[in-house]
């Protein structure tokens, strides 16, 4: 029943049919989605792309004889608090004497689904470390901010509890963050959820 799979890929997918490694081809599940259009006008949109707009202007007409305050913030005069636990930028954590907590495992980048984590490891002089990064490098530009290296790192060496998300520069080389300035990075001193900058 099982079939070679040239493309070495878990799955692929074959008159309709999915060839599953280990099993074979398999027809997959088939489900209608009820998509809920009750009358020929909302069948053809106009008339409810005309009501869309209907609600937008009178939003507009509404807010522009009735002053009252807009939900804006006046940024970046005005900052807004962010929530406990806020992903912002990494910084490397350190030891007392001041060395990098990380010890090179890679761990964090190979977590890393955006891939960039850059790591070059070298040997550490210190016995009781075997590895420390010579180059720790990261790309923020491609950053998700989705917090998979701190959870991968065994040795909570790289944190996100800066509690900077305003990220700015004038060319894309100033994103790529060494493994120096993630050091200087501080922690936020309210981690409660206040901004500080
Ligand atoms: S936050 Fe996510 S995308 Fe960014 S470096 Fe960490 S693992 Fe990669
Ligand atoms: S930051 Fe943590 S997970 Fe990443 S290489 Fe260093 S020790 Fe390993």
């Known amino acids: 029943m099982s079939q070679p799979n040239p493309g070495h890929k878990p799955f692929n997918i074959k008159n309709d049919q999915i060839f599953v490694q280990g099993v074979g ?49 006046s940024y970046p005069e005005v900052k807004r608090e962010i929530p406990e636990g806020y992903r912002g930028k990494h910084r490397l954590t350190t030891r007392e004497d001041g060395s990098t907590k990380c010890v090179a495992c890679m761990m964090c980048a190979t977590a890393c689904p955006a891939e960039c984590i850059h790591i070059i490891p070298a040997e550490s002089e210190n016995p009781d470390i075997e590895r420390f990064p010579e180059r720790f490098d990261i790309d923020l530009l491609e950053c998700v901010f989705c917090g998979m290296c701190v959870e991968a790192c065994p040795v909570d060496a790289i944190r996100m509890d800066s509690g900077i998300y305003s990220l700015t520069a004038f060319d894309r080389e100033s994103f790529m963050v060494t493994k120096e300035e993630l050091m200087q990075v501080q922690p936020n001193p309210n981690p409660e959820g206040k901004v500080f900058w």
């Open 25 to 73: 081809l398999v027809t997959p599940p088939t489900h209608t989605v009820d998509r809920n259009v009750n009358n020929l006008g909302e069948s053809i949109y106009l008339l409810e792309i005309v009501k869309g707009l209907g609600v937008t202007v009178g939003h507009v007409f509404k807010n522009f004889f009735k002053w009252t305050p807009m939900p804006t913030v």
